[in-house]
């Protein structure tokens, strides 16, 4: 729908119609994943006039185990608003329902000191979860990114989901995300589909040379360079120290000089022995490199060099097909995402990675087209959020009811 229609449609006019100067957007990011997606909108609400950007830091961004990314957001020139820290190890399902309470208490002190006109929040985590039940009960209209998606292999599926019916506004990442939003009741109207604010970062980005890439990594330079990165299946009830084994076995098969890029795992249970046993696994290789947080621009810098991408995060589907790069979709992590040609999925075990790995590396991905979008993402969005004019009114919101054949 138009964005006109949607002004007409939001806006009440025997209510009090607010400013439209100056208005106060709060992001919320909880790790160096959502905060590579959200950096461009970031910077596109900071640019726009009419619009204030608040931005709230939690979750792992402040943790040493994982590599204390709320520096690189500083580095990047932001200003943070408020930190709501959590634990700085996160080993069990239980410290990660600890943690969303923790994170619940502390947004809710933060958002109400803030008082922002919309929170915007993306994806799925136990922290972003809570961040959306404290804007609900706040009273805070909500925005929510990357809406839609499945993930059945995951535990963020069913946050993800409803952080969703908690939103005001959603911004999925392609179509069938859009359908399945309005599957469950949300209006047409409410729903922009806008693609993956993480190609923006990629459209934008000035890239380093092979040469530089390799010496900021510390690795000999090499023709073949394969980017990892594993998190735990955290519905599975097959044990973390099996699936990052599995993985190991499959990459000790490799041939010696190909460069190795492993990235750390994520504050999920079993994260941590996930990165444990990769540092363990790089030490055994000559070509190879564990990095905690490789960082939102090295990351895509190496995998830009890269000749594959290994393992289950979700920037082997939405970031690498833009690069021309096939990936190695390991187990059921990322069950129900779209997919583009150049993703080859397997199992878990050794013997199915390693297959996955000698197709992927005969597999030719010149015309590979990306599902998720032309990388102008946080243009669409900014553009949506000027043109409502009284965001107190999306507070309102419907339950559309669909027949279904």
């Known amino acids: 729908m138009h964005r006109s229609a949607v002004v007409e449609l939001l806006v009440d006019a025997g209510r009090a119609v607010l400013t439209k100067k100056n208005r106060k957007i709060c992001v919320v990011t909880g790790s160096r994943a959502d905060y590579g997606l959200l950096k461009s909108p970031m910077a596109r609400i900071r640019e726009c006039e009419g619009l204030t950007l608040q931005l709230v830091v939690t979750g792992s961004h402040h943790s040493k185990t994982y590599g204390e990314s709320r520096d690189i957001i500083l580095a990047d020139g932001f200003c943070i608003d408020a930190d709501v820290p959590l634990s700085d190890r996160v080993v069990s399902p239980l410290d990660m329902a600890q943690g ?7 947004m809710a002190q933060a958002l109400s000191r803030l008082q922002p006109d919309l929170v915007l929040l993306l994806g799925d985590r136990y922290e972003i979860f809570a961040t ?16 839609g998606d499945l993930t059945t292999g995951a535990i963020d599926d069913a946050l993800r989901h409803g952080i969703s019916k908690m939103a005001h506004l959603h ?3 392609n179509e069938d995300a859009a359908r399945r939003l309005k599957q469950m009741g949300e209006a047409d109207e409410r729903v922009f589909t806008i693609g993956s604010p993480g190609l923006d970062a990629i459209r934008e980005m000035t890239f380093a040379g092979r040469a530089a890439v390799f010496n900021e990594l510390g690795l000999p330079q090499s023709d073949r360079l394969y980017l990892v990165s594993l998190h735990p299946e955290t519905l599975s009830a097959r044990p ?81 097909p833009s690069f021309k790069v096939p990936t190695v979709n390991v187990g059921r992590r990322q069950d129900g995402r ?13 013997e199915s990675i ?14 590979v087209i990306n599902p998720y979008g ?32």
């Not at 959306?132 to 809406?147: E, K, M, Q, S, Y």
């Open 338 to 350: 779209l997919k583009a040609a150049s993703v080859i999925d397997c199992h878990g075990d050794d």
């Open 100 to 106: 969303a309470g923790v994170a619940l208490q502390g």
């Open 240 to 320: 973390v120290a099996d699936q990052v084994e599995s993985l190991c076995q499959a990459l000790s098969g490799l041939d010696p000089d190909i460069a190795l890029v492993l990235s750390g795992s994520n504050a999920d249970a079993g994260g941590v022995e996930i990165s444990e046993r990769l540092e363990a696994f790089a030490q055994t290789r000559s070509r190879a490199v564990f990095r905690r947080n490789l960082g939102h621009d090295l990351y895509l810098n190496v995998m830009r060099q890269a000749a594959m991408v290994i393992g289950n995060s979700s920037s082997g589907l939405y970031e690498a």
């Open 171 to 173: 911004f999925p990442s």
């Open 132 to 147: 959306a039940t404290a804007a609900c009960l706040l009273n805070i209209p909500l925005a929510h990114l990357c809406g």
């Open 354 to 367: 390693g297959r996955a790995l000698d197709k992927a590396s005969a597999l030719d991905c010149r015309d």
């Open 374 to 405: 032309d990388g102008r993402a946080a243009e669409k969005l900014v553009d949506v959020l000027t043109g409502i004019t009284d965001y107190r009114a999306l507070l309102d919101k419907p339950f559309v009811d669909r027949e279904f054949v």
